[in-house]
């Protein structure tokens, strides 16, 4: 995230020095430590991308874009903090999970804090229809994220292509370029073109799948977080889905096995056997295929969305921009 | 709840039954849960007498109201999802936390769920001022909340009085009393008198300390909470800080031997003695006398509020389940 919009959220929330007791000193520190910590800040430039292609560069209309974008890193972030107690995650950008540090009472109410400033954001915007596209993007991540960990929680393995793709189109896709997308033209004082929608599901699936595929075979120092980490943690990915539908019985009963344990209890030797099978199986070029067709297609309506646009150069560079995200290699 | 007003919750939330997957049913019957489950709606009755009080009976700005109070249930019901996991409660409303019968993982997720849900019942009341003041009721919801949870992380028993009542203005009484009051003025389009702070704050920790009172020697048919709970849970309460202060050497360290421990290692035996020691010592006595002054405190300052009142009948039925309620013996 900019050092701009990072110095605009953060003076949204209640700053330590002035806390009237040392225990809500701590609880503002707990608020600020997730943005601190900095993020690629890919919905908010995309969000700002959006408002150049609509014609918005400064003034009152810029400064709203600004703060709807102050609004989505904040909305990831508290997210992120429920998230990560809720897949028991151990790191978040480098250092412990917030409720590694502070416990899980306190980490959920961290995060409850943080979703209300991340509504003072948006208030503060003062966007027409800008409160119902929030609204909405957290109804469907909700949905999005209750698919996944509904599986997980289940132990339930035997899904089909389309169960991953609804997953990620409600967990990820929307809210992650579609919102964006839709935001920049709020922002504009215009209405969002209905293609955006469909445009966005595609590039933010191509954007998961993609992760998904350098989640196995990426380079560790480009990607950032550990490779094989989703493996670990038993991610539902198109890649081992298709797997499953193909592997050898052997193979897939040895990953059954894993998967029906927590993670301490998994047995290295045989995840990294099972890395070494994804890896050997066509199934990540099929994922990455996958995901190359789904960029092709959103692109494809993202452009034909973006036509009349208001500015025509800001909008190729958000064209850029977006392909650039689709088929990234870190 | 009214079941009027429990109609207009349900309302606003999904139909499980028009879900497009049954895991997305599962989720939705998740956010109708502890709703359905129904509640006092203490706060919701509250900002319909303040709303009634100020004037509004009928027409656009009773259905602002409405919706406000739909708003206060929501969020009351959010809360409970997240407080039942941060304190880790076996039931809620006579039967097993929403946690307990779907794991936390998802009952997380459904409270995020359910707090944007809130977020649309504010949207839909259109209301100037409400967001406001919705905002302000989380931040100190989730500050007292800190409080507490991290008295209770730290095994923190060294505090006074000042600390108890700087937790409870913050946790409870903010948003029982006072937004209530301050709603009720919105929805017909007054500015909330200054007082309704003050009085709020000391009819809410009346409320509270009234609440603690009653857990140790209430009637459990008409509390409808297990009586000597909060001692299980290890709660904080003014009875027990005048106590610990006063208490035997021996009986102190009984006491915080077994406050050491988490719940289920916690000995009944032992419980039940400091559960008669706190009947025996002065400490109920003196807590019940410092909730009848914050009463009488909190009436004299909500009666001077609301001495120009627009509707004055109704700002006397406004001060009598006021008074009811800070005195209530259930």
Known sequence: MRAELLSRVLSLL????????????????????????????IRSDLLLASARAHGVQTGPAWEGALWLAAALELFQNWVLIHDDIEDDSEERRGRPALHRLHGVPLAINAGDGLHAYMWAAVHRAGV????????EMIHRTAEG????????EAREWRLAEGDYLD?????????????????????????????????????????QIRDDVLNLNGDAQKYGKEIGGDLLEGKRTLIVLHWLAHAPAGQREAFLTQMHRDRPDKDPAVIADIHRW?????????????????????????????AGAA????????????????TRDH
């Open 14 to 41: 209640p700053d330590p020095a002035h806390a009237e007791r040392p225990e809500l000193a701590a609880y503002h520190a707990m608020l600020r430590d997730y943005p601190a910590r900095g993020g690629k800040g």
């Open 128 to 135: 027409p229809g800008a409160m119902e596209a929030f609204l």
């Open 145 to 152: 994220q209750h698919l996944d960990l509904g599986w997980v």
């Open 167 to 207: 997953m990620v189109r409600l967990k990820t896709a929307y809210y992650t370029v579609v919102v964006p997308l839709q935001l920049g033209a709020l922002a504009a004082g215009a209405a969002p073109h209905p293609d955006f929608l469909p445009a966005g599901l595609a590039l933010g699936a191509a954007f």
């Open 278 to 306: 994804l890896l050997e199986s066509g199934s990540v070029a099929y994922a990455q295929a996958y995901a190359d067709r789904e960029a092709v297609t959103g692109l494809a309506a993202l452009e034909g969305a973006l």
């Open 311 to 326: 500015n025509p150069q800001a909008a190729q560079d958000l064209l850029g921009a977006m392909r650039t995200l689709a």
